[in-house]
């Protein structure tokens, strides 16, 4: 394979209040090069293939070509950017993410400076190999920074995972007693806020509404596999009253307990 090296276009420093003044948005384009930009303060928002990415200090984006993106403003950003190309280094290019947060900025900006400086204000052979060399060790450390950000959000998303499973092993544990969002969000110790929309987002349900289904679920088990009364089922599940049972089971199953334990028997008994 064809292993050329990265060309840098231009790089520097990009105020939008200097290009655009008072202007709220920039048009849509499609980016023909690699753009990298790293955003130092608060303000503005990235669209890229219609993803909005609020910015935030910190953050790095990462457009490649064939990219549609725009802008809203006002901005400030350091960039730089790279002409299409084929190899390694492009490889590495069109692995980055379209976005993420640097652990450590302050290290770039000396670095992206002193690369518009060799690339730009030096005509020098040294000075624009120095430029290259550059730009090989930011695509080196965009490269880490990425691996190492995936890494702590596949961490993140285990964790997530695990908080749920422990949430629903505690729904099953107390289906009698019941137990609120606040319970069920200090069992696995995050907030009730983040836990419900985690929950939500991870099951499809509420935790309401999944414990409801546990808890028919658990009735219809109940009622099909043991002999136990409807007013030691309802109390076993979590029901209120045998009434209240009735009402929501039928609401949930289109039957009565005792109709749907009776066609499960039939179920059974014909042959």
């Not at 953050?59 to 190899?87: I, N, Q, T």
Request: glycine letters at 6%; hydrophobic letters at 40%.
């Amino acid at each position: 394979m064809k292993n050329e090296a990265p060309e840098i276009l231009r790089a520097g420093l990009f105020d939008s209040r200097a290009k655009f003044g008072a202007q709220r948005e920039t048009p849509p384009h499609a980016i023909d090069w690699y753009e990298i930009e790293f955003f130092e303060e608060e303000g503005g928002a990235a669209h890229l293939n219609g993803e909005r990415y609020p910015i935030h200090p910190g953050m790095v984006l990462c457009c490649k070509p064939g990219d549609l993106r725009h802008s809203e403003l006002p901005l400030r950003c350091y960039f730089v950017h790279v002409a299409r190309g084929s190899g390694y280094y492009f490889d590495i290019l069109n692995s980055l993410p379209p976005t993420f947060t640097c652990q450590n900025t302050e290290s770039y900006i000396p670095l992206l400076r002193e690369l518009a400086q060799a690339r730009h204000f030096h005509s020098s052979i040294a000075s624009h190999l120095h430029a290259d060399s550059l730009l090989l060790e930011l695509i080196a450390r965009l490269h880490r920074e990425a691996r190492e950000a995936k890494r702590k959000e596949n961490l993140a998303s285990e964790k997530n995972y695990l908080a749920v499973k422990q949430a629903i092993a505690y729904i099953d544990e107390h289906l009698a007693t019941g137990c609120s969002l606040a319970e069920l969000a200090a069992a696995v110790n995050f907030s009730p806020v983040y836990f419900h929309s985690l929950f939500r987002r991870i099951t499809g349900k509420t935790p309401y509404a999944y414990l409801a289904d546990r808890r028919i679920t658990a009735a219809k088990e109940l009622l099909a596999l043991s002999d136990q009364t409807l007013g030691e089922i309802a109390e076993a599940c979590g029901f209120s009253s045998l009434s209240y049972f009735d009402l929501t089971f039928r609401r949930a199953c289109g039957c009565t307990p005792s109709a749907y334990r009776r066609d499960m028997q039939a179920k059974y008994e014909t042959p």
